[in-house]
């Protein structure tokens, strides 16, 4: 395992393997990623706090950013934060964030600063290398898809009004009052809006929601 601050050879000369840094604050978790992630063949590079973080993204450019939330010095979330203003550059590198906190407030937050997934601990690894492949081979986050497109067009004004309140925290109860409808209605046009998401929950129809841009919470 590296030391702090020590950065391996990131595969940039004739060396296919994708770089990722870890941002973990917790010594035993980022050892197990660093171990995990190299054997999978990724170039690995731990740091432990927000700060030497977003100094390793800014020197290091790797290709992809797995990134805790709670931190001390500085925050996953403010990684992210001043990342994306001074360096607009990295937008599109896949970043993940890695937590222990799993309410939909945090997740939420965490979606709509632009991350491109979250992943719980404790971490399934085989369900994290998937994530990474698939960040890793995608299209950049900042271009629409055309599915993300055609849903926004089926998606009517009610229902993107209801996802909006409810990215915000608002219950069915209270989006009615501010919508001035019933709360059935509101639960009608959230209904509507989960199954043209193609989604088994109303949490999960805002989260995508938000990710794919269809609303601004």
Same mark, same amino acid.
């Given at each position: 395992?590296?030391?702090?601050?020590?950065?391996?050879?990131?595969?940039?000369?004739?060396?296919? =393997?994708?770089?990722?840094?870890?941002?973990?604050?917790?010594?035993?978790?980022?050892?197990?990623?660093?171990?995990?992630?190299? +054997?999978?063949?990724?170039?690995?590079?731990?740091?432990?706090?927000?700060?030497?973080?977003?100094?390793?993204?800014?020197?290091?450019?790797?290709?992809?950013?797995?990134?805790? *939330?709670?931190?001390?010095?500085?925050?996953?979330? !403010? *990684?992210?934060? +001043?990342?994306?203003?001074?360096?607009?550059?990295?937008?599109?590198?896949?970043?993940?964030?890695?937590?222990?906190?799993?309410?939909?407030?945090?997740?939420?937050?965490?979606?709509?600063?632009?991350?491109?997934?979250?992943?719980?601990?404790?971490?399934?690894?085989?369900?994290?290398?998937?994530?990474?492949?698939?960040?890793?081979?995608? *299209?950049?986050?900042?271009?629409?898809?055309?599915?993300?497109?055609?849903?926004?067009? !089926?998606?009517?004004? =009610?229902?993107? +009004?209801?996802?909006?309140?409810?990215? =915000?925290?608002?219950?069915?109860?209270?989006?009615?009052?501010?919508?001035?409808?019933?709360?059935?209605?509101?639960?009608?046009?959230?209904?509507?809006? =989960?199954?043209?998401?193609?989604?088994?929950?109303?949490? !999960?129809?805002?989260?995508?929601?938000?990710?794919?841009?269809?609303? +601004?919470?």
């Amino acid at each position: 395992m590296p030391a702090v601050g020590a950065f391996p050879y990131n595969g940039r000369m004739g060396d296919d =393997r994708k770089s990722i840094l870890c941002i973990e604050d917790d010594r035993e978790t980022a050892e197990l990623l660093f171990e995990d992630l190299t +054997e999978r063949g990724f170039e690995v590079s731990l740091v432990h706090d927000g700060s030497a973080g977003l100094a390793a993204i800014l020197r290091t450019h790797p290709d992809l950013v797995l990134c805790d *939330v709670s931190m001390p010095v500085m925050s996953g979330f !403010q *990684v992210l934060d +001043e990342l994306t203003a001074i360096a607009p550059r990295f937008r599109d590198m896949p970043f993940l964030f890695l937590t222990a906190l799993t309410d939909r407030d945090n997740e939420l937050k965490g979606r709509t600063r632009g991350a491109d997934d979250y992943v719980h601990k404790p971490i399934d690894f085989d369900v994290l290398a998937a994530i990474i492949n698939s960040r890793l081979a995608r *299209v950049p986050r900042t271009e629409p898809s055309p599915r993300t497109i055609e849903l926004s067009e !089926q998606l009517s004004e =009610r229902e993107i +009004e209801t996802l909006t309140w409810s990215a =915000r925290g608002k219950t069915s109860d209270e989006i009615a009052t501010i919508l001035g409808l019933s709360k059935r209605t509101v639960d009608f046009h959230m209904d509507n809006a =989960r199954g043209k998401l193609g989604v088994a929950t109303r949490t !999960q129809a805002v989260v995508k929601a938000v990710t794919g841009r269809l609303i +601004e919470p």
